[in-house]
Each structure stands twice: as C-alpha cells, then as structure tokens.
C-alpha cells in the first residue's frame, strides 16, 4: 500500500496544524527562533509535507526533542551521508542523534557519522 492511500485511509490527509500564534510565539521564543529567521505559521490547510517554496517545515516536537540552529556540523554531515533533509525526521529520530551527539560530547569523543553508523541504522517510517 502505498504512503498516500495508508495516510487517506488512517484520515492523517484530513490532520491539520492547530498551533496558535500565541503558541508559535512561545515556541519561537522558547527555542531562540526569531522572524529572521523565517518562523510563520502555516496556513489552516497546509500540510507539513507541503511547505511555501524555499520553506521547511519542522515539527515543534523535533524542537522539543533537540534541534537547535544553527545545527551542527556533525548533524550536516549526517545529512549529507544520508542524502536526507531535515524536513524528513521524525522527533524520536532527532532525539536519538541529539542524544548520540551529547553522549560523544559527554565522553569526549567528537560525534563522527562512522561512529554513528555503528551504533544505528537508517530505516524508513515504514520499517
């Protein structure tokens, strides 16, 4: 079944974002985004798989779960070796390299993408 039909099927085509701007504000503050940066709130009826040209979407729990700009050097080269943009993580995902990053740190070892290699495996949302 393809993602398409599963996501009509479970209703998820019909899931809207329901931030206020009063959240968004919070969140942008909370995070240290500014509208310099290009934070705005989507339209009733916009997807997060459909963003305005030269936008990204990013889930305020992907925020929640570590993110942070600028982002890291180590997290571009794990884009890069991956072929993936960040639009495409999911929150667990990013708290899982969040937390990869933090314990190299931790330990003293400079997060590295063959080190994470290792340790995890880049799957799809359908794995």
Same mark, same amino acid.
């Given at each position: 079944?393809?993602?398409?039909?599963?996501?009509?099927?479970?209703?998820?085509?019909?899931?809207?974002?329901?931030?206020?701007?009063?959240?968004?504000?919070?969140?942008?503050?909370?995070?240290?985004?500014?509208?310099?940066?290009?934070?705005?709130?989507?339209?009733?009826?916009?997807?997060?798989?459909?963003?305005?040209?030269? %936008? $990204? +979407?990013?889930? #305020?729990?992907?925020?929640?779960?570590?993110? @942070?700009?600028?982002? !890291?050097?180590?997290?571009?080269?794990?884009?890069?070796?991956?072929?993936?943009?960040?639009?495409?993580?999911?929150?667990?995902?990013?708290?899982?390299?969040?937390?990869?990053?933090?314990?190299?740190?931790?330990? %003293? $070892? +400079?997060?590295? #993408?063959?080190?994470?290699?290792?340790?995890? @495996?880049?799957?799809? !949302?359908?794995?």
């Amino acid at each position: 079944m393809s993602n398409e039909k599963m996501a009509r099927e479970l209703g998820i085509e019909d899931l809207f974002s329901t931030l206020s701007q009063a959240s968004l504000e919070r969140v942008a503050s909370q995070y240290g985004l500014c509208p310099l940066d290009g934070v705005f709130l989507p339209r009733p009826t916009q997807h997060m798989k459909d963003p305005p040209p030269d %936008k $990204v +979407g990013i889930y #305020v729990k992907t925020m929640e779960a570590g993110l @942070r700009f600028p982002i !890291s050097k180590f997290l571009e080269d794990l884009f890069s070796h991956y072929f993936i943009h960040i639009s495409q993580l999911k929150p667990n995902s990013m708290f899982k390299i969040v937390a990869f990053e933090l314990m190299c740190k931790a330990k %003293k $070892v +400079g997060p590295c #993408v063959p080190l994470f290699r290792i340790l995890y @495996r880049l799957s799809s !949302s359908e794995d």
